[in-house]
Each structure stands twice: as C-alpha cells, then as structure tokens.
C-alpha cells in the first residue's frame, strides 16, 4: 500500500473546505440517490459464503463503481458532520472569512500576524465538544455532565474581573424554559448586544426581503439631477463592489439614459430628507461611526477599511455625491458642484440600485457589531412604524416593536440602535428572549438573528477569541464600552439542547479580563449537560 505524504494534505485544507462547502448539496442529493445502490451492496458483502464459491469475472469498472458510491457516502457523511451549518450552508461572511484566510496552518488567532498562524481547531474537537459522553470543549474546566447549571455559573461569573456587578441568564431556546437566572431583570448597560434588539425590530417591522434603494432623478422642469439617498447604509463607490449596490454603477446607468436624452450636462443635487434630527450620534465625533445619513458611500471611511473603528468624513452625503459626479464625468456627463436639494413629485427616475435582502444586511452588522448599517436600521424602523428618521424616533420604534412581539421590556430603555449610548439599559431576560424569539419556528424571518452572531474562534468579533476554548461552538454578540463587558448568543451543550445565553457586566476595571471570564462561562456552557 502506497501512504501518501501529508504535508500537501494539510497546506490543501482551506481549499478542501470550502470545495466541501460548495459540493455539499450535490453530495447530499447524490448519497439519498445512492442509498439503494449503497444498501443492495451491504447485503452482498453479508451474504451467505455459498456466493463466493462461484467465481465470477468481476470486472473493474464495477469495483470502481462500487467503491465510488461508498466513498460519495463517506463524503457527504463528513462534510455534514464538519459543522456548524445553517439551514441554506455556510453564511456568505464565514465563506468571505475563510476565503481571507487560505494559508497552512488554520486560523490565525493570535492576532499578532507576526508569528506562523496556529491551526484551528478541528471538526473532530469541536463534534466532541457537542455530543461526547465526557462533556469536554478543548478545556479543563468543563463541568461533568448533570451538575446543576447555577453551580457551573456561579464561580465564573463571580471572579474579580466582573465583581462590579453583572447579570445573567440562560435558556432552552426549544422549550423557552429559563436554566440558569442572576438578577436577569436587572437592566445595564449592554453596549453592542442592543445590535441584537435592533435587529429584531428590523426585521420584524420591514421583513427580511427588504432592500434600500438609491435613485437618480431627473427634474423634468429645471434640468436638475438629484440623487436621492434610500437610507441603504451599504452603498459604495469601491471598483469591486462585492454584492453590494455601487455608486459607479448607478452613475453608468445615470449617464447612459441621460445620453439618450441628448444631455450632457445638468445641474447635480442630492436628496437626504429620509432621515431627520441631528446626524452625530450624542457620542460626538468618533471613528466607530459617521454622522447618520440617509445618503453614504462607504460608511464615510476615508480608508479602504470595511469595519472596525476609521477615520470618517464629516458630511457623508456631501462626499458620496462629489463621488457619484466624479463617475458621471468620467461617462460623459458634466455636472455642477453638487449642492443639497429635495426631489419633487415630478421628478423621473433615471437609474436605480439596491442593497441585498436586509436578511443580508441584518448579518454583516451583527458579525462585524457594524455600528453604522445598526443606526440605519433603526431609522429604517422607525419610518416603517409611523416615526421620524431620527434617533428619538428610532428608539420608540424599536421598543415598540419589541412590545409587540411579546418580550419582557421591563427596565429596558433605547436611546440609539448601536449601543453606543451608555444611557441603553437592556435586561439578562431581555437578551435571551430575543434569541429565543428569532428561533421560534414560527417565525422564519427573524432567524439572520441567530445565523449572523460571529462564530467563536472563526467570524467577526469573535475572531481571535476563544482560541483555547469553545471554538466553531459558541455563537455570540459582543459588547465593549469603558466599564462595560457583555455578551449574549447560543450554544448547543452535550446533550444537544440549544441554549440562549445573555451575560452582562458593569464596573469592570480590566476589560481583557472581564472579557476572558465571559468567554470562559460560555465555553462551560457549551461543555455541560445541564439542561
């Protein structure tokens, strides 16, 4: 037998999952075809001896044919059993992330980009950790299986590191019935994991099909050009636009029906009465988020950064309309110096773009805790529930929504749908009955809740954490402000129960600390089988 060298195996790994990822639904259609094939052949092998005392010229297209269906089987078999999957596959942002991230050796999460990148964890650990009788998630401190939940909880949630107060729950997301509570109802500040809340009240006031749309109009009377903005906080002006509506192709299509026209030039304006009140978030200027705008390219980053903290340009809609004029001449078309102004009734749509699905929308911004498209889309809210565009009507909105779904707003208060504002205050019960709520299956179209959290050790926020822990298992929203570490998702324990999860803490002195003892009580959770 021939034993092939491993090392081509191991730098070939990236490739070979994301050609899994992509083969998959084939391998499963092509394995329920074969069953049949695959069982006739399992009983020849059982068959009495009796058989193989006739000899037969078997030829080799049937051994091939044979051993062909075995391994489709085998294949398929490992490719869903390699985990974690949604209901439609890989989530477009894991596919990007593992795409960034083709070289040997894995994952790299330390973070430092300076020494060699340690591998991932593998599909073996992480099914271990969800099904083994042990109960044991790549660490030590996993309690044994049955050991009531509060007394799992209570020693990692009271360290130093979160000793200035702090909140928590747990609960069976199938059945809604709370394991674990301490002082659940008591509202704090929960930073980013009122993305959570936000998302929710999205989806439920505009449904999960929903697109924003950003338009050129022409004004039939003045000759005037107004681009008008949709509140579609994905726009860009980039080359590539990577599914995302693009400014360079709206101004092509501008240009190419104002040409058929015979015009050549016109009077450029931009249209950004969507929204109303102030635009700066009552944090001041700030690089985790620009001014809000119903008209933005790009978040208003002044790099080629597209998420996390960045320089922003002070009028978003002044920039992304300077860009569009920009794209017009380079096709054709000269424009003034655009100026603010207000589409009219009259005015002819000449070309349009939109964004993906919201469904889309709603997982970039909780992977990447995306703070801009998270305030449009409590705009976005409020004017599909009657309210003004702005941040006070945005808040009403969203708790009103929330309201009427039925979740228990006891203490919760909504200032901004970020969670940059440290006067938010959401609950432990609050946070898990959102989760419990986007799993209902009654309700489909809240379910890129729970498939946008970023996966531990793999996505978004979660990236370089969870490097020793439950890696590929935990799916989680962070939360970080001064003073304030939170975190709430879901996780399957080993005993298959999906569990909602909410830790909130307050008064914390060392955030890395703070954030480690979190990570550490939601790897336990995924190591017990406490439900």
Not at 112 to 141: D, E, F, H, I, N
Not at 499 to 506: D, E, K, P, T, Y
Request: charged share 20%; with cysteine.
């Amino acid at each position: 037998m021939v034993v092939p060298e491993l090392g081509p195996w191991r730098t070939a790994g990236p490739r070979v999952e994301r050609l899994a990822n992509a083969l998959r639904p084939r391998l499963t259609r092509a394995v329920t075809a074969a069953r049949p094939r695959v069982a006739r052949l399992a009983r020849a092998v059982r068959s009495p001896r009796a058989h193989l005392r006739r000899p037969r010229n078997i030829r080799t297209w049937q051994y091939s044919a044979g051993a062909a269906t075995a391994g489709l089987a085998l294949a398929a078999g490992v490719v869903t059993a390699a985990g974690p999957w949604d209901a439609n596959g890989q989530r477009t942002a894991e596919r990007d992330r593992a795409a960034a991230l083709e070289r040997p050796g894995g994952t790299d999460h330390d973070g430092s980009g300076t020494a060699a990148p340690r591998p991932a964890p593998s599909a073996a650990a992480v099914l271990a950790g969800l099904g083994s009788a042990t109960g044991t998630v790549s660490t030590k401190k996993a309690p044994p299986t049955g050991k009531p939940l509060a007394d799992v909880l209570k020693p990692l949630l009271g360290v130093p590191a979160l000793s200035g107060g702090h909140t928590g729950a747990v609960v069976d997301v199938t059945t809604g019935r709370r394991l674990y509570g301490s002082d659940a109802g008591k509202p704090l500040t929960p930073a980013s994991t009122t993305k959570i809340a936000t998302a929710v009240a999205a989806l439920s006031a505009l449904g999960p099909d929903h697109r924003f749309t950003t338009r050129a109009a022409f004004e039939p009377d003045t000759g005037e050009l107004v681009l008008v903005g949709g509140g579609d906080p994905t726009l860009t002006a980039r080359k590539k636009a990577a599914g995302w509506a693009g400014l360079r192709t709206l101004a092509a299509d501008t240009a190419a029906a104002l040409t058929r026209r015979h015009i050549h030039k016109v009077t450029l304006s931009y249209d950004t009465t969507l929204y109303s009140g102030p635009a700066l978030h009552p944090i001041g200027v700030n690089d985790n988020l620009a001014p809000v705008s119903a008209l933005i390219a790009d978040e208003g980053r002044t790099d080629d950064s597209s998420s996390g903290p960045a320089t922003r340009v002070n009028d978003p809609a002044a920039d992304a309309a300077g860009r569009f004029a920009g794209f017009l001449k380079d096709a054709g078309i000269t424009t003034t110096a655009p100026g603010p102004s207000k589409a009219t009734t009259r005015a002819k749509t000449l070309a349009t773009v939109s964004s993906p699905p919201l469904s889309v929308v709603v997982e970039r911004m909780l992977t990447n805790s995306d703070n801009d498209i998270a305030e449009a889309l409590a705009r976005q809210t409020a004017l599909a529930s009657g309210q003004p565009g702005s941040f006070a009507g945005a808040a009403k909105a969203v708790a009103a929504r929330l309201t009427k779904l039925g979740l228990p707003l006891s203490g919760a208060s909504f200032h901004d749908g970020s969670g940059l504002d440290r006067d938010d205050r959401l609950t432990a019960n609050l946070l898990t009955a959102l989760l419990v709520t986007a799993g209902d299956p009654a309700r489909p179209g809240l379910r890129p809740v729970l498939t946008g959290l970023p996966v531990a050790g793999f996505t978004g926020t979660l990236t370089h954490r969870y490097a020793d822990g439950a890696a590929g298992v935990v799916r989680a929203k962070t939360g970080t402000l001064t003073g304030v570490n939170t975190l709430a998702g879901t996780v399957v324990d080993t005993d298959g129960h999906l569990l909602a999860f909410a830790f909130l803490a307050s008064g914390t002195t060392d955030p890395q600390a703070a954030q480690a003892a979190l990570d550490r009580t939601a790897t336990a959770l995924a190591g017990c089988g406490c439900g």
